[in-house]
């Protein structure tokens, strides 16, 4: 799935007109994150569009970058992992 795919995936799905895009990133300690995020302003004008892209790509650049989570690969690994994730996110909240 292409950046400009996820992006407008995005856009499909909000019920708002800012929101946030997650993605997974993994540490220097091969940990990996799913907290990683960024806020875009929602739109199908082909400026505002553009500019949220290119963001995403910019992000996608950083080192760790893994996937968005609403890309295939964000879904299989959600979906991979919910009991882990779920555990995890239980025991952060009782702390």
């Not at 895009?21 to 990683?36: A, K, L, Q, S």
């Not at 929602?42 to 892209?53: A, E, G, H, Y």
């Not at 879904?75 to 992992?81: G, Q, R, S, T, V």
Request: proline share 2%; no cysteine.
């Amino acid at each position: 799935m292409t950046t400009r795919e996820v992006y407008f995936k995005a856009l499909y799905y909000s019920e708002k007109p800012v929101g946030m895009i997650r993605y997974f990133y993994e540490d220097n300690n091969r940990i990996i994150h799913t907290n990683g995020f960024i806020i875009v302003h929602f739109s199908t004008d082909q400026v505002v569009s553009l500019r949220n892209i290119k963001r995403m790509v910019d992000t996608e650049q950083k080192e760790g970058f893994l996937f968005w989570a609403i890309s295939p690969e964000g879904e299989k690994f959600l979906e991979d992992n919910k009991i882990v994730l779920g555990k995890d996110l239980i025991d952060n909240l009782l702390k």
